[in-house]
């Protein structure tokens, strides 16, 4: 797995087998798992798990059109592999690894992602750039490249934000909230920034008048808490 804003990892050049990944950030060795990381607080208690579906909403906003669904036992994690073809071109890895982080970090696998990275020579330190488009949403990463005669390093960030998944986002206010009908307002998937408060972004659970923030860890776990 990868850490959705920046990586570390060491590569064979062209031709030869890949090393084992190593990770990083800030310096700090880590192996961070997407959507693994330190839950959030309990739940606060309820008195009313919530309505059903499509009916007259209460609380949240009364033009909020809420969308139902299981409450998730736990805290919304996502432990899936997803698919990162193997290459010996350095380009293609560095593409190939970014495409995984972005499917990582949506917590969602889909194999129309496109990912494009600007030539660059593995054996000199430099710096390179590339695109991922993944529904619809272009984030832009910043490469570093240790180079070397036969292996390279490097270090990703998306300077932009990453495309979270409402879906995920509101799998989350369900356990936070206890409530099976909630509503955010975000796109289906849509340009988040990490570490941070998304400002634009509010969730509501059905019957209550809380309003919930939502913010993105580098590690893609998403938190959402009541605006106090």
């Not at 990868?2 to 990892?9: A, G, K, N, Q």
């Not at 529904?135 to 180079?147: A, L």
């Amino acid at each position: 797995m990868h850490s959705p804003l920046t990586s570390r990892v060491s590569r064979l050049a062209a031709g030869l087998v890949s090393t084992t990944a190593v990770l990083a950030l800030s310096g700090c060795a880590f192996l961070p798992i997407p959507g693994q990381g330190p839950p959030p607080g309990d739940p606060p208690p309820r008195d009313n798990a919530g309505g059903g579906q499509e009916e007259e909403p209460q609380g949240g906003g009364s033009d909020l059109e809420f969308r139902t669904g299981d409450v998730p036992a736990s805290s919304v994690s996502f432990d899936e592999e997803v698919p990162e073809p193997d290459s010996d071109d350095p380009v293609t890895q560095v593409e190939n690894s970014i495409s995984a982080t972005v499917q990582e970090f949506a917590m969602t696998i889909d194999d129309s992602v496109v990912t494009t990275c600007d030539s660059f020579d593995s054996s000199v330190d430099g710096t390179t750039h590339c695109t991922s488009t993944f529904k619809g949403e272009e984030m832009p990463f910043e490469v570093d490249i240790t180079g070397g005669d036969y292996v390279f390093s490097y270090e990703m960030r998306a300077t932009e934000g990453m495309v979270a998944n409402r879906e995920k986002v509101e799998d989350q206010t369900r356990w936070i909230s206890d409530n099976p009908s909630v509503h955010c307002t975000m796109d289906e998937f849509q340009l988040v920034p990490i570490d941070q408060t998304v400002e634009d972004v509010a969730c509501y659970a059905e019957g209550d008048d809380t309003e919930y923030e939502v913010s993105f860890s580098t590690y893609g776990t998403i938190s959402v808490s009541p605006v106090i």
